[in-house]
């Protein structure tokens, strides 16, 4: 592969050079497949927070620990350890499924709720229909949506 070689964005029009170097994050004009940063529990103190006084839902791939904030909006975590996905790669994929699933689910929200996913082994096998199958339950069965 041509490491000067021009690629046109996926929008058209505009070409960017190098991006082969770059690899596929470099088409990407805009983030959005990120999840807007006022919906991110973050810090650490707010993750710890969450684990220390939230309320636990467990299921077979992932334990949900949720917790009532008095913000304007509600905030996602994810945690996937390394012994549960072995290879880096797994791991975000894992975490970029559940980001977009909640990504779609956010705005159904009743309250506002700081809410943290520990995903564990099982988690990397499912689809991602499947996992977006079992987060919808939890959620609902949290009372959350």
Do not use: C
């Amino acid at each position: 592969m041509a490491f000067w070689r021009a690629r046109a964005l996926p929008e058209g029009g505009e070409f960017y050079h190098g991006a082969a170097r770059k690899g596929a994050n470099a088409l990407r004009s805009d983030a959005t497949y990120m999840l807007v940063r006022k919906f991110r529990l973050s810090s650490r103190q707010d993750i710890e927070k969450v684990l220390r006084k939230g309320k636990i839902l467990k299921t077979n791939h992932f334990s949900m620990r949720f917790l009532l904030n008095n913000l304007a909006s509600s905030r996602i975590g994810f945690v996937v350890s390394a012994q549960a996905v072995r290879p880096a790669a797994g791991r975000n994929l894992l975490k970029r499924r559940a980001r977009e699933i909640i990504k779609n689910k956010i705005k159904s929200f009743k309250k506002r709720y700081d809410v943290l996913f520990i995903f564990s082994k099982g988690a990397a096998l499912l689809s991602f229909h499947e996992l977006e199958e079992k987060i919808e339950l939890a959620l609902a069965a949290a009372g959350i949506i």
